[in-house]
């Protein structure tokens, strides 16, 4: 049996949607299940364990649609603060489904020009919604089945008119696909009183690969703590701006590490304190050795009541407590998953609040330490291994491979 995995999210990329994307890989390779990857051209380091995933399978790559590449080189290389605000808006309004605009075409082409047609289903995946327009082509010019592991139904992210175009493309193309994956029951919900048929779905949560153990001795008495966020981060979204100035202010008792994508605004607040360092994007498996490394793990909520950042359970299979930051006041998926399990502090996004919490944790940080090592040999965290939710993945999968065959042979 082989499928074509179609994603953007691929190694070298980083996002947690190329963690999911490999663990999901590996659980078919793990059943002799042959998997060919379609993706987009990246560059940049490849985590040991992903390289050799990516070795058992053929990859093919397409290049960079242009919209994004334009979109990263004035990120980039704009002085014009103005300007690069005005573009990050208004990119929004011409690139329908997202960024990667276009990639479908850049996708199919490399699908006639490599003849991959001979498999027994086609997996699209986010990283860009544009690979479920490839799934949907698929699907209707080939005639056989087509997964697709969703993350939010795109055409409810957005307001106004943005909103209704993204809605109006995904409901050309969703009707084609045989299964959907969702990884919050909050998005199934969302997903049947928008968009209703018949097509089945499957839940299935993000995860961790292993637990995360402590890598240091014992903490001292008044020691500094070393405070750790890891991810994106910008004010539309996850806004650190408060956190930044709260931990700023206690430069004798707390430093911050901040890993990953962080915005200019972000990086210039940073810059104004001696104890806090942005060292940019690392590869999955050096973002596992800081969390290792540090004493308090900063996780900021989305805005919304649909998704859980993937990060959430790798923050849970550490030992390490959490300082979790609230930015969705009602009905927050992720805190309904936090609050499941001991050694994590929850705090609303205001700088009072975000302050007793660092004085809570120093006051604390013996108590919510050992909570945190009981959390991380629970019961209750295993059921968001890796190993364990791929196969379910591909379980589902098989089984929507199976009854389209059986309906249409």
């Known amino acids: 049996m082989k499928v074509l995995f179609i994603s953007t999210s691929i190694p070298p990329a980083t996002d947690m949607q190329t963690t999911r994307n490999m663990y999901l890989i590996k659980a078919f390779l793990k059943r002799g299940i042959a998997v060919d990857i379609l993706t987009s051209e990246e560059t940049g380091e490849i985590d040991s364990e992903f390289s050799e995933i990516l070795k058992s399978c053929r990859v093919f790559r397409t290049k960079k649609p242009a919209v994004l590449v334009r979109h990263n080189n004035i990120n980039k290389r704009c002085k014009i603060k103005l300007v690069k605000k005005i573009h990050n808006v208004l990119v929004n309004y011409y690139a329908v489904p997202d960024l990667y605009v276009n990639?479908?075409?850049?996708?199919?082409?490399?699908?006639?020009?490599?003849?991959?047609?001979?498999?027994?289903?086609?997996?699209?995946?986010?990283g860009s919604y544009t690979a479920h327009m490839v799934g949907s082509r698929w699907q209707r010019e080939i005639k056989k089945c087509w997964v697709a592991e969703y993350g939010d139904p795109w055409g409810l992210d957005g307001f106004g008119n943005l909103r209704k175009k993204n809605y109006k493309v995904e409901q050309?193309?969703?009707?084609?696909?045989?299964?959907?994956?969702?990884?919050?029951?909050?998005?199934?919900?969302?997903?049947?009183?928008?968009?209703?048929?018949?097509?089945?779905?499957?839940?299935?949560?993000?995860?961790y690969s292993r637990i995360i153990e402590d890598s240091k001795q014992q903490k001292k008495d008044n020691e500094k703590l070393i405070f750790?966020?890891?991810?994106?981060?910008?004010?539309?979204?996850?806004n650190l701006g408060l956190v930044l100035r709260?931990?700023?202010?206690r430069s004798n008792r707390n430093e911050l590490l901040l890993v990953g994508t962080i915005s200019d605004d972000f990086r210039q607040d940073?810059?104004?304190?001696?104890?806090?360092r942005c060292l940019g994007r690392v590869p999955y498996n050096i973002s596992l050795n800081y969390i290792s490394e540090a004493d308090v793990l900063v996780h900021i909520g989305n805005f919304g009541t649909l998704q859980v950042p993937g990060k959430t359970y790798i923050y849970l299979s550490s030992q390490k407590p959490i300082l979790y930051i609230r930015q969705q006041?009602?009905?927050?998926?992720?805190?309904?998953?936090?609050?499941?399990?001991?050694?994590?502090?929850?705090?609303?996004?205001?700088?009072?609040?975000?302050?007793?919490?660092l004085e809570y944790i120093a006051d604390n940080f013996a108590d919510l330490k050992r909570k945190a090592v009981e959390r991380s040999y629970s019961s209750e965290i295993k059921q968001y291994c890796w190993s364990e939710l791929g196969d379910r993945f591909a379980d589902f999968v098989m089984e929507q491979i199976e009854r389209f065959d059986g309906e249409n042979n």
Do not use: M
């Not at 994956?181 to 969302?190: K, L």
């Not at 991810?231 to 996850?238: L, N, Q, T, W």
């Not at 399990?341 to 302050?355: C, K, P, T």
């Open 270 to 276: 940073a810059n104004q304190y001696s104890n806090i």
């Open 103 to 126: 990639w479908d075409r850049d996708a199919w082409e490399k699908i006639q020009q490599e003849k991959l047609y001979g498999y027994d289903g086609v997996i699209t995946s986010s």
């Open 228 to 238: 750790l966020y890891t991810g994106i981060a910008y004010k539309r979204a996850r």
């Open 329 to 357: 006041k009602e009905n927050d998926p992720t805190y309904e998953v936090l609050s499941k399990f001991g050694g994590v502090v929850a705090v609303d996004n205001d700088i009072d609040e975000i302050r007793k919490g």
């Open 172 to 207: 050309k193309i969703i009707h084609n696909c045989n299964g959907f994956v969702f990884t919050t029951q909050s998005t199934i919900e969302a997903y049947k009183a928008n968009y209703p048929n018949q097509v089945p779905y499957a839940l299935i949560p993000c995860g």
């Open 246 to 249: 709260a931990v700023g202010e």
